[in-house]
T-cell receptor
């Protein structure tokens, strides 16, 4: 079974500063994918960034980047130049390529509430 | 539509009643997922459809929960004899299917059982 652990229930950061959210996971799969999702009060999950396990290079999307440590099964999210609109719940999630090839159900962590202060 | 649409946005029902939650996925997306998000938790997988068939229903908690997708587009999650423990946000997501891993989520239905 796959598990995803987010050990920081809440984090806060000053506007324009940098913050890192932690995530660890456990799996015996080799071909898998990791995600960070943002959930604002509107409840809609929004994909922030994705990492394929077979890629050694860390994914980057504008102000968002990840530190993917495959051996340590660690997948942290770094947000640079934090903005007030980044305030939200952030969920780390995992999926893998199962034998069926198309079922990419997600396993989520419990989330980290990030507050960006002006 | 432009995104995944879920209706109603909020639903309050009495214990023991039957409810239906609707999900309208992005046009052309063959894969559809239902998740349940309890207060203070991450979403938990309920069921996956590829086309019209439920390819994986391993996350349904018991036989009071059932979902259909008769024409391979709109899906309905049905809950019989609701219990207070069923109170949660029910999220729907869709993706292009096949090897595509990116899922697009709706805004969810907040179900409150009183």
């Amino acid at each position: 079974a796959q598990t995803v652990t987010q050990s920081q229930p809440e984090m806060s950061v000053q506007e324009a500063e940098t913050v890192t959210l932690s995530c660890t996971y456990d799996t015996s799969e080799n071909n898998y994918y990791l995600f960070w999702y943002k959930q604002p009060p509107s409840r809609q999950m929004i994909l922030v960034i994705r990492q394929e396990a077979y890629k050694q290079q860390n994914a980057t999307e504008n102000r968002f980047s990840v530190n993917f440590q495959k051996a340590a099964k660690s997948f942290s999210l770094k947000i640079s130049d934090s903005q007030l609109g980044d305030t939200a719940m952030y969920f780390c999630a995992f999926t893998y390529s199962n034998s069926g090839g198309s079922n990419y159900k997600l396993t989520f962590g419990k989330g980290t509430l990030l507050t960006v202060n002006p | 539509g432009a995104g995944v649409s879920q209706t109603p946005s909020n639903k309050v029902t009495e214990k023991g009643k039957y409810v239906e939650l609707r999900c309208d996925p992005i046009s052309g997306h063959t894969a559809l997922y239902w998740y349940r998000q309890s207060l203070g938790q991450g979403p938990e997988f309920l069921i996956y459809f590829q086309g019209t068939g439920a390819a994986d229903d391993s996350g349904l908690p018991n036989d009071r929960f059932f979902a259909v997708r008769p024409e391979g587009s709109v899906s309905t999650l049905k809950i019989q004899r609701t219990e207070r423990g069923d109170s949660a946000v029910y999220l729907c997501a869709s993706s292009r299917g096949r090897s595509n891993t990116e899922a697009f989520f709706g805004q969810g239905t907040r179900l409150t059982v009183v």
